[in-house]
C-alpha cells in the first residue's frame, strides 16, 4: 500500500496568516494526489485534485503544487471559514490512501 | 445536480452484517466510465477508502477487508450498497459514498453527508 504522511498533524495558526501543509508519499503517485478540508460532523470537500488544480468554487487562496512524492496545499491568507482538518489522498493505486489529517486551529 | 444519500441501520450486532445503501439522484449509476465508492471515518480518527464498483460491476476492495466486504449495484432503484460481514466494534464509524472522477485522476467530487453505524456487544 502507499503510504501518505502528512505534516505537520496540527497547527495553530491566525487569520490572515500564509500555511503551508506538506504530504509525502512512500512512493511515486505521479500527480494523483488531491486535498480535502473536513469540518465536524461533514462529508470532506475537495479542494485540489490532480495535485494542482483548484476545484471549482473553491477560493484562490487555496493552491497545491508537487508531483511525485512530495506534495503541498497552501493557502495564502487564512480565514475564519478555514479552521478545519485537512487531508492528502491518493488515487494512483489502490487501495486509495489517506494522509492522517492536519488539524488548523486558531491561535 | 448529482446528489448522493447514504442509508442504513444506525446500530448493528457485533459478528452480524452491516448493510448500507446509497442513492443517487441528478444522474445514473449507470452512466459509462463513473466510479462509485465507499468510505469510512471511525470516531475521531481519519478516513478510510473502503472499496469502489465501476458502472460495469467491476468492483475492487481495500485488502484489509477484502475477505469480509461486497459493494453491489442496483441500476434499477439507481443505487449502490455496501455489506460487511463479521462486523467488530473496529467497524464503528462514519460511512460516506462518494463519487470519483475517472476522467480526473478518480477525485471525488461529490460526497454522501455520511451515516453513523455503531456496533454493539
Known amino acids: 500500500d502507499i503510504q501518505l504522511t502528512q505534516s505537520p498533524s496540527a497547527l495553530s495558526a491566525s487569520i490572515r496568516d500564509r500555511v503551508t501543509i506538506t504530504c509525502r508519499a512512500s512512493q511515486s503517485i505521479s500527480n494523483y494526489l488531491h486535498w480535502f478540508q473536513q469540518k465536524p460532523g461533514k462529508a470532506p470537500k475537495l479542494l485540489i485534485y490532480a495535485a494542482s488544480t483548484l476545484q471549482s468554487d473553491v477560493p484562490s487562496r487555496f493552491s497545491g503544487s508537487g508531483s511525485g512524492t512530495d506534495f503541498t496545499l497552501t493557502i495564502s491568507s487564512l480565514q475564519p471559514e478555514d479552521f478545519a482538518t485537512y487531508y492528502c489522498?491518493?488515487?494512483?493505486?489502490?487501495?486509495?490512501?489517506f494522509g492522517q489529517g492536519t488539524k488548523v486551529e486558531i491561535k | 445536480q448529482l446528489q448522493l444519500q447514504e442509508s442504513g441501520p444506525g446500530l448493528v450486532q457485533s459478528s452480524e452484517t452491516l448493510s448500507l445503501t446509497c442513492t443517487v439522484s441528478?444522474?445514473?449509476?449507470?452512466?459509462?466510465?463513473?466510479?462509485w465508492t465507499w468510505i469510512r471515518q471511525p470516531p475521531g480518527k481519519g478516513l478510510e477508502w473502503v472499496g469502489n464498483?465501476?458502472?460495469?460491476?467491476?468492483?475492487h476492495y481495500n485488502p484489509s477487508l477484502k475477505s469480509r466486504v461486497s459493494i453491489f449495484k442496483d441500476t434499477s432503484k439507481n443505487q449502490f450498497s455496501l455489506k460487511l460481514n463479521s462486523v467488530t466494534s473496529a467497524d464503528t464509524a462514519v460511512y460516506f459514498c462518494a463519487r470519483p472522477r475517472s476522467e480526473y485522476y478518480y477525485s471525488m467530487d461529490v460526497w454522501g453527508q455520511g451515516t453513523t453505524v455503531a456496533i454493539s456487544s
Open positions: 489522498q491518493q488515487t494512483s493505486s489502490p487501495p486509495w490512501t
Open positions: 464498483i465501476y458502472y460495469t460491476g467491476t468492483t
Open positions: 441528478g444522474g445514473s449509476i449507470s452512466t459509462s466510465s463513473y466510479y
